[in-house]
């Protein structure tokens, strides 16, 4: 009897890693909150000599950095990361409080990828990121996501089920898009709001209730399975038994 050839392995997907640059800690913290539920590893220093030694060791897949910083300008950093082959084509989003168009040109004149100035939108930073990683490192963010029957596409923004189209609001698609990233993971009302509306918008957490009952409506047909799971006293998922057979 002849023994079965082995199986290539195929290499695991590693979750991307981004490094936050910024020495006010409450943003740093911030960010680093709303990057660790967008299912990213983050890791944070709040000095740019500090930045350059962990650039140095284990080179991440995106930085955020904030233009002015101690030790070391952010400005100076994204400079010296654009002279070295192995961080030429690191992603890098620059955080400033500059909103200046000169300023602007200053920062991607020295290779910033993007540029945000403060205060910003948490969920618009959020799109940035996913944007610059899925540009730069394609094989992992998935452009389209697929439960089931259902399927979301980022790009087209599209959302389809058993073939035909979902057309759904911007607000109830980026719902949508945060539960399926998450598969079973149950999310707390303020924690979508914090990741679909952002930290600074000024409504109540009941109105979460109001667009998961719009979501389900579109989502669902005659007797088609809900893919909304409710938990009582916690929150919300993306069911993630929902593309198993009942």
């Known amino acids: 009897m002849r023994a079965s050839e082995p199986k290539t392995a195929r290499p695991a997907s590693r979750t991307p890693r981004v490094l936050v640059v910024e020495d006010e800690q409450a943003l740093s913290m911030l960010l680093a909150y ?25 080179p991440p897949d995106l930085v955020i950095l904030d233009w002015m910083l101690p030790g070391v300008s952010g400005l100076e950093i994204c400079r010296r990361l654009r ?35 403060k205060p910003f939108s948490t969920p618009e930073l959020m799109a940035r990121v996913r944007a610059l990683l899925r540009r730069a490192r394609p094989e992992r963010i998935a452009s389209v996501l697929s439960e089931g029957d ?31 990233e998450k598969p079973g993971r149950v999310f707390s009302r303020a924690q979508l709001l914090d990741a679909v509306w952002g930290l600074s918008a000024e409504i109540d957490e009941r109105t979460i209730d109001v667009h998961v009952g719009r979501l389900r ?27 198993k057979p009942q």
């Open 217 to 243: 409506k579109a989502l669902s047909r005659g007797r088609e399975r809900d893919p909304i799971r409710t938990v009582r006293g916690a929150g919300y998922s993306f069911d993630e038994t929902f593309a």
């Open 34 to 58: 709303n990057l660790e539920a967008e299912g990213y590893d983050v890791e944070r220093v709040e000095r740019g000599d500090e930045a350059e030694l962990r650039l140095l060791e284990a």
């Open 83 to 117: 002279q070295r082959d192995e961080t030429r084509d690191l992603p890098v989003i620059m955080l400033t409080a500059r909103g200046e168009e000169t300023e602007r040109v200053r920062g991607l004149s020295v290779g910033a990828d993007d540029y945000v100035v």
């Open 150 to 180: 259902l399927t979301l596409d980022r790009e087209t923004r599209r959302v389809r089920r058993a073939g035909r189209d979902i057309h759904l609001g911007p607000t109830e698609f980026r719902l949508l898009e945060y539960l399926m």
